[in-house]
């Protein structure tokens, strides 16, 4: 059973959503029979909360408060999902950014193990992911240790991003949780004279993973542990690092109905994508001018400062850039800023767009990702399989997923950096941008791409070890 707070095509605001939605189809044709349980929010489209079906109700007891709990199925793309509905909570204008945050996730962790009693048949493994359902390894440790017949159930806690760590008062979680001093002490919730959400998943999963082996090796180091490293460094043996892959039939060039014209390898066709683009956003149409496209988060982790303080010089050259974005105000104006000097050559697109999205990926030439870190990160695959070369930090994930373009060996799936300054970022995009020019070198760094398998298949076998190992 997968436990998380998003999930494609239910609800997104990150990789996440993609992960929860694409892993559970990759494990099931492994034979592994998942079922995913999700918050019910407003976002959810229509058609979907019109199929579902209540197969319980209950209460769920938080602190002194008695709420309200309806357990609703629904069976979307092949995977059967079990919505955890109270519209206070969950009826809501976004998915987070609220400031009972404590008190939602809290719920929705008690409703998961107050709603197994009422299924037909227990799991054998609770998959949580990330802070929104860290709380469940502990609750199943301490709270429901004894309950009867949850004493086989094992967990496994994934870190999609350590920086975001639900991390609150100890008299609010203590008020929640109705817990004692006990479970505030340095083993347990304790974060420094608050609790952590992510410090009860660490604490207490059976298993550890996280998305990919370079960010399984950061977290262990103050510099990328966000305060845990400490805590991570103890459970080393525990922590399995596994690559996310992406949804290869949801994200196909070749059949999308968000993109222009279909293509696979025909640069041809991926040009009149970026021509039709260039119409759609108001840009200068030239097919030959590289286009270099960011689809992503606004926020301090995709290293948005780094393009800012590189954004004159990479304005000298004859590039366009495309952004579209959603996140932090301060980004957001210093981009606004950059269109005005210059207006040719940039176009903005604020707000999450998922078909923009998509003609982002398949118009543009280079995917520029300067990651300050990244514990995966999607959307460089999401390029690569619509032969769009990246550009990105080795940091995380990225690190694992792009090989650097060898000229003399012709191999390299993309173009590298390592320090995060604007010097080497401008480097490497002035480093791509010459190679654009040598045809013979494009079309080899476009096709070792395209050689490359980004899908789920190898890192589903990984899990499926991982959860064997737990209950055999
Ligand atoms: P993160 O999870 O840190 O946001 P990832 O690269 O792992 O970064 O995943 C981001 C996912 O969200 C990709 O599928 C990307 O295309 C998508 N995405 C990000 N911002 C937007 C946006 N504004 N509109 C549409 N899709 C977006």
Request: with cysteine; proline share 4%; charged share 25%.
């Amino acid at each position: 059973m997968f436990a998380a707070s998003e999930a494609m095509p239910l609800v997104k605001t990150g990789g996440l959503a993609d992960v929860i939605g694409a892993l559970p189809k990759a494990l099931a044709n492994r034979g592994v029979d998942v079922t995913v349980v999700l918050p019910k929010y407003g976002e959810i489209p229509k058609a979907i909360t019109d199929a579902v079906v209540t197969i319980a109700v209950i209460e769920v007891q938080l602190g002194w408060r008695r709420q309200y709990c309806g357990i609703q199925e629904v069976t979307v793309e092949g995977i059967r999902y079990l919505l955890i509905d109270n519209e206070f909570y969950f009826k809501r204008g976004y998915l987070y950014g609220y400031g009972d945050e404590a008190e939602r996730f809290a719920f929705f962790s008690f409703a998961v193990l107050e709603m197994l009693g009422k299924l037909e048949q227990l799991p054998d493994i609770i998959h949580c992911h990330d802070w929104q359902t860290g709380l469940i390894p502990f609750l199943l440790r301490t709270r429901y240790a004894y309950h009867p017949g949850y004493q086989h159930i094992r967990t496994v806690f994934t870190i999609h991003n350590l920086q975001y760590q639900g991390v609150y008062s100890r008299e609010l979680l203590q008020d929640l949780l109705a817990t004692g001093d006990d479970s505030f002490t340095e083993d347990s919730l304790d974060f420094y004279g608050a609790g952590s959400c992510m410090k009860a998943g660490l604490r207490f999963a059976d298993k550890l993973s996280t998305v990919s082996n370079t960010y399984a090796h950061e977290i262990q180091t103050p510099e990328y542990g966000e305060k845990l490293d400490g805590v991570i460094r103890q459970r080393s043996h525990d922590l399995w690092g596994i690559v996310n892959g992406i949804d290869t039939e949801v994200y196909d060039p070749m059949n999308d109905p968000h993109i222009a014209v279909p293509y696979r390898n025909s640069q041809a066709k991926k040009r009149q994508n970026k021509t039709a683009l260039q119409q759609e956003l108001g840009l200068p149409i030239d097919e030959t001018i590289p286009m270099i496209g960011i689809v992503s988060r606004l926020t301090g982790q995709k290293g948005f400062d780094l393009i800012g303080e590189a954004m004159p010089e990479l304005m000298k050259e004859n590039i366009q850039l495309v952004i579209l974005g959603s996140g932090e105000p301060g980004i957001e104006a210093n981009l606004r800023e950059a269109l005005l000097k210059y207006r040719n050559k940039i176009a903005l697109w604020f707000g999450f767009n998922e078909g923009l999205a998509r003609r982002v990926y398949a118009a543009s030439d280079m995917y520029l990702m300067p990651s300050r870190f990244e514990p995966c990160g999607l959307s460089q695959l999401i390029a690569l399989r619509y032969r769009t070369v990246p550009i990105v930090r080795e940091t995380g994930g990225l690190r694992d997923t792009v090989e650097p373009y060898n000229e003399y060996t012709g191999t390299g799936t993309g173009f590298t950096f390592g320090p995060a300054t604007t010097h080497d970022l401008l480097y490497t995009v002035r480093r791509a941008l010459a190679f654009y020019e040598k045809e013979e070198h494009w079309t080899r760094v476009v096709a070792n791409g395209a050689k490359k398998d980004y899908g789920w298949e190898s890192s589903a076998r990984l899990y499926y070890k991982l959860y064997r190992e737990l209950v055999s």
